[in-house]
Nanobody
Framework: VQLQASGGGLVQSGGSPRLSCAAS????????MGWYRQAPGKQRELVAI???????NYADSVKGRFTISRDSAKNTVYLQMNSLKPEDTAVYYC?????????????WGQGTQVTVSS
């Protein structure tokens, strides 16, 4: 399985880009899917997750501003980002976290850089 994130770029504060993550296999419908981000000098963190049942959960830092969704027919996961702040600057990745053990179901892709200017 390969995961390809896209949709990032240079965005002004308050902007609303939508990130996409296309999977080469049917991982999007088979597993919970998450969006992660890694800012310079920081560890990768989970930003949002959507379960196979469609439930969602968000990090406190993005709650109310980001929305994760999934199109299983297109094997794609989305992250709608609203009211962006400079502290949202990071490389954003998607992956399918294992719930009963550590790790993920797919190798990490290259991610997509989101840079928020103040």
């Amino acid at each position: 399985v390969q995961l390809q994130a896209s949709g990032g770029g240079l965005v002004q504060s308050g902007g609303s880009p939508r990130l996409s993550c296309a999977a080469s296999g049917r991982i999007v419908s088979a597993y919970h899917m998450g969006w992660y981000r890694q800012a310079p000098g920081k560890q990768r963190e989970l930003v949002a997750i959507i379960t196979t049942g469609g439930s969602t959960n968000y990090a406190d830092s993005v709650k109310g501003r980001f929305t994760i969704s999934r199109d299983s027919a297109k094997n794609t996961v989305y992250l709608q980002m609203n009211s962006l702040k400079p502290e949202d600057t990071a490389v954003y990745y998607c992956n399918a976290p294992k719930i009963t053990s550590s790790g993920w179901y797919a190798p990490w892709g290259q991610g997509t850089q989101v840079t928020v200017s103040s």
